[in-house]
């Protein structure tokens, strides 16, 4: 049954230090809002389990908030680098980060078999290639009836999944809609869930496959208008495409990056306080 | 600039966006790959399907996606399935004729890195890593390439492994039971390259206008060599060149890019 509340309730309640927490959301519906809960409460020794991290997981990961990141693609789409995820990386700055590395079709198929409850996923996938030689999680299995050999990743399992939708109901039943990426999974596959949404209507009134998650699946459900900036929520707002192209100056450099998190996100109380912090600065909408 | 001048990257999108016949299926990369094949959809190839790895099946973009889920992507769509579904059931279920994919690295085989520049564990440059590329390459009919031609892309040995082209050379791909052909072809902004029978060392087959054999040498970092059959690539015409730019003016107003 859905707790309708507040994001800090929802962090506080159901997200600890050294857990293990999915944010999915493929360019679309990325929950930056609660990403940055996270570093406001000063989580720590977090695993995060994304298949695109982005921006958001440069903050967290530059804030010292990660031990390890589960990924397949870590960039700043269609600018370059995560700067901050190539310092923990390269010079293990701010502190040193374990990476568990796979593909696109690896992770999503490992987000089905978590989602069906099974111990592993199975996939033509990760041939001929270097992956499975620094990810000792990259497998094989024989098929039982034809003697092929195919690959093998755990399931993911995470202890928290969070996703940003568009709207939920006074249940606490989601409505996502758009490009839905691994969104359901994340919540099937985790041992909680927060789902942050832009606003809570009367009648959700989904339209035919649609993808409704229902109350009883989800733990908390809070609302966050704009939660998804800089990435955009289809239906309520456009990718901030400026903001990505600032971000890259901001964290490229340390206490630049420093000082934007702690005006912009430490400084501020909740979501709606950073977007008000950030706008108007000029400076392409990521303020200064 | 004048119509009848061209820069080196609108020929290689140009050559690129050729080799996408109309109503080929095709699995996009973001990024050049994505502005090639919009290129096509835009004037020869009115019915190519475009599929992008975030969900969307056969989308028609007015302006070019920044990322790879733009919501022009998702609202030009005939359908958005989700992420798993676009890696089971389309590609891995046999439906993508072509995939076409950028690269930071390449070598002789047309083997891909997307990962680490210099050691894994220290390296001296961490790339965005494999992302779709290893299944794409693995399950679609055949894989275009498109990417800048240098000494530090085009290089003897690439660091990591991402995505394979043709391995060691010969049949090692068949030997290992991979079903897609591979890159067929690999289009950059000096000139046309594909495999040579028998060896799969990539050859050049054909080379843009106004561009020297000395040039493309020197921008590979193995000693390159050159088909038998040479030809020249024909140069962007208007409606190509009027076609990339209004495209490309659109996206640049559309994205507020102020770079």
């Given at each position: 049954m859905a707790d309708i509340c507040s994001l800090r309730d929802a962090v506080a309640a159901h997200v600890h230090d050294g857990d293990t927490v999915t944010l999915e959301?493929?360019?679309?519906?990325?929950?930056h809002g609660a990403g940055h809960e996270l570093i406001r409460q000063r989580l720590r020794d977090l695993t995060l389990i994304r298949m695109t991290p982005d921006l958001i997981f440069d903050q967290l990961i530059g804030m010292g908030c990660a031990a390890k990141v589960v990924f397949a693609w870590g960039g700043n789409p269609g600018?370059?680098?995560?700067h901050r995820l190539r310092d923990a990386v390269e010079?293990?700055?701010p502190q040193p980060l374990e990476i568990e590395e796979h593909s696109h079709a690896g992770m999503a198929c490992a987000f089905v078999a978590g989602a069906s409850n099974l111990p592993f996923a199975v996939l033509?996938?990760?041939?001929?290639?270097?992956?499975a030689k620094y990810n000792d999680r990259i497998r094989t299995v024989t098929c039982p009836f034809t003697g092929e050999e195919l690959a093998a990743v755990p399931a993911i399992r995470p202890d928290v999944g969070i996703i940003h939708a568009q709207r939920a109901d006074r249940q606490g039943n989601v409505l996502i809609h758009g490009i839905v990426g691994v969104q359901k999974e994340a919540v099937l596959s985790a041992e909680r869930s927060i789902v942050t949404v832009e606003e809570i209507v009367e009648?959700?009134?989904?339209?035919?496959n649609s993808c409704v998650l229902p109350h009883?699946?989800?733990d908390a459900v809070a609302v966050v208008p704009g939660g998804a900036h800089p990435s955009y929520a289809l239906g309520y707002y456009e990718r901030d495409n400026p903001f990505y192209i600032a971000w890259d100056a901001i964290a490229k450099d340390r206490e630049v990056f420093t000082r934007w998190i702690e005006r912009h996100v430490l400084g501020t109380r909740d979501f709606s306080e950073f977007r008000a912090s950030i706008?108007?600065?000029?400076t392409g909408g990521a303020g200064p | 600039m004048s119509e009848a001048d061209f820069t080196t990257d609108e020929m290689m999108t140009v050559a690129a966006a050729r080799m996408l016949g109309n109503g080929t299926v095709c699995f996009v990369g973001i990024g050049l790959p994505s502005q090639a094949a919009n290129l096509a959809r835009l004037t020869h190839a009115p019915e190519v399907v475009l599929i992008y790895e975030s969900g969307p099946i056969g989308a028609k973009p007015d302006i070019l996606p920044?990322?790879?889920?733009?919501?022009i992507l998702a609202e030009s769509a005939d359908t958005v399935v989700p992420t798993h579904e676009i890696f089971r059931y389309w590609l891995q279920g046999g439906h993508i004729d072509v995939g076409f994919l950028g690269a930071a690295q390449i070598d002789r085989f047309a083997n891909i890195n997307?990962?680490?520049?210099?050691?894994?564990?220290?390296?001296k440059v961490r790339l965005p890593g494999a992302g779709g590329a290893p299944e794409i390459a693995d399950q679609a009919g055949e894989v275009f390439v498109i990417m800048h031609q240098g000494r530090r892309s085009f290089?003897?040995?690439?660091?990591?492994?991402?995505t394979a082209g043709?391995?060691?050379?010969?049949?090692a791909r068949e030997k290992l039971g991979i079903k897609g052909k591979g890159p067929t072809r690999v289009i950059t902004d000096l000139c046309i390259l594909a495999p040579e029978a028998g060896s799969r060392e990539l050859v050049v087959t054909s080379i843009h206008p106004g561009v020297s054999r000395e040039k493309i040498r020197a921008a590979t970092g193995w000693d390159l060599r050159f088909a038998n059959e040479m030809i020249e690539t024909a140069q962007p015409t208007q409606t190509e060149l009027g076609a990339l730019r209004g495209f490309l003016a659109r996206t640049a107003r559309a994205h507020g890019d102020n770079r």
């Open positions: 959301g493929f360019t679309h519906l990325i929950p600018v370059g680098s995560l010079n293990h700055w033509r996938g990760y041939k001929a290639n270097d992956l009648e959700l009134d989904p339209p035919a009883w699946v989800v706008d108007g600065a000029g | 920044l990322s790879i889920g733009d919501g997307t990962t680490v520049i210099g050691s894994y564990h220290r390296p290089v003897d040995k690439i660091d990591f492994l991402t043709y391995l060691d050379g010969g049949d």
